[in-house]
């Protein structure tokens, strides 16, 4: 693959370097382009408008999730996002969940849907028939079988590296090779780890033709995370996170990967014990803005709004924290991790807007 580097002169003494042969752009069937392969994952609550938007205007796809939200906020956060751009994005649903939201979304007119944890089925043909593109997140070959089965426009190829709940058992490039070989051209999307551009490329060269990052964009200015949580992203390192079950909430099947913190270790300590046996498991640990009381084991990670000891609250992290160097805006981050993927396959340049 080869990469020039164009040079433009701004003024006598400013050079700047744009646009390096860029990655290839991501094709999602006939729905839509995207031009620069990085998705945002849905992040639950920490994925706002203000993320998904600069996400996709800075070239990449963008998303909400919607597995939890109330149904009329939903439409209205899908309406805010078509507002604020008019590139594509993706709305998600958790299968575990029923998606009440569904079909009043891709009335408003989301362009994209994710499915995870289950396969679309009948969903896929209510979402086409809307003219929106599905995508489902598998975390098997089999499981890709079955979505592909079920006539899904892209594959989402999750790792058992990634942050949040983790669907997948397998390493990501152990699972990404044999689910490309069977998706004979749909696009796959590669996730789980993944925090920086030399990442991005070493998927990319592994046959993914993008790169779905989660923790990554926790770590940037526009996520509703808490800045305590943001910060301690930051410092972390991947043998902080731990695969478990400790913040089950109401979803006690999903494993959950998180940063190690006091209630986990004082769980742990205490011997794992299931709800009813654990230790502290009647404190509110934390309060909503709106004075909600989240308890100790609950699966709600902190967000900006919450007061109290944010850092007992459960931590999604994915093993690729310890590449996270900085909380950046989200389009500085597409255009870095862009222009280090770039750099990664072979190119020299950076891709600036
Ligand atoms: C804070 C957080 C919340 C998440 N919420 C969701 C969600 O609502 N729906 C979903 O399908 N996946 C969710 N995930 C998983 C991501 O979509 C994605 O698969 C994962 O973040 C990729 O791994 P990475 O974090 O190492 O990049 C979440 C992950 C994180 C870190």
């Not at 940037?220 to 949580?229: D, I, L, M, W």
Request: one cysteine or more; hydrophobic letters at 45%.
């Amino acid at each position: 693959m080869g990469f020039r580097v164009r040079v433009k002169y701004l003024s006598s003494n400013i050079r700047v370097r744009v646009d390096a042969v860029p990655l290839p752009s991501l094709c999602i069937g006939d729905y839509f382009r995207v031009e620069r392969p990085i998705l945002q994952a849905p992040i639950g609550s920490l994925a706002t408008v203000g993320l998904a938007a600069a996400v996709s205007n800075a070239g990449g796809l963008g998303s909400l999730a919607l597995t939890w939200t109330d149904l009329n906020l939903a439409v209205d956060r899908v309406r805010a996002l078509r507002a604020a751009t008019s590139s594509p994005f993706f709305v998600n649903f958790a299968l575990a969940f029923e998606p009440h939201a569904l079909q009043h979304v891709l009335d408003a007119g989301a362009p994209a849907v994710t499915f995870s944890w289950g396969l679309p089925g009948e969903l896929t043909k209510l979402v086409h028939g809307s003219g929106a593109a599905v995508g489902v997140q598998v975390g098997s070959l089999a499981g890709a079988k079955s979505a592909l089965d079920d006539g899904c426009d892209f594959l989402i190829c999750q790792g058992v590296e990634a942050g949040g709940h983790v669907q997948s058992s397998i390493p990501l490039r152990e699972l990404l090779h044999v689910v490309v070989a069977e998706a004979c051209g749909i696009p796959v999307i590669a996730a789980g780890g993944l925090a920086d551009g030399a990442d991005i490329a070493d998927v990319l060269r592994l046959g993914a033709n993008g790169a779905m990052l989660g923790t990554r964009f926790v770590a940037t200015t526009e996520s509703h995370a808490h800045p305590a949580y943001k910060s301690l992203l930051v410092e972390s390192s991947c043998r902080d996170t731990v695969l478990t079950s400790c913040f089950n909430g109401d979803w006690p099947l999903a494993l959950q990967r998180v940063l190690r913190n006091r209630t986990l270790n004082e769980w742990e300590r205490a011997g794992c014990g299931p709800p009813g046996r654990r230790p502290g498991e009647n404190e509110v640990t934390v309060r909503q803005t709106d004075g909600k009381a989240i308890m100790r084991y609950d699966d709600t990670p902190p967000n900006a709004g919450m007061v109290g000891d944010v850092l007992s609250c459960c931590l999604y992290a994915g093993t690729g924290v310890e590449k996270i160097q900085s909380i950046m805006s989200a389009q500085a981050l597409v255009y870095e991790l862009c222009s280090d993927a770039a750099a990664a396959l072979g190119g020299s340049g950076s891709q600036a807007p």
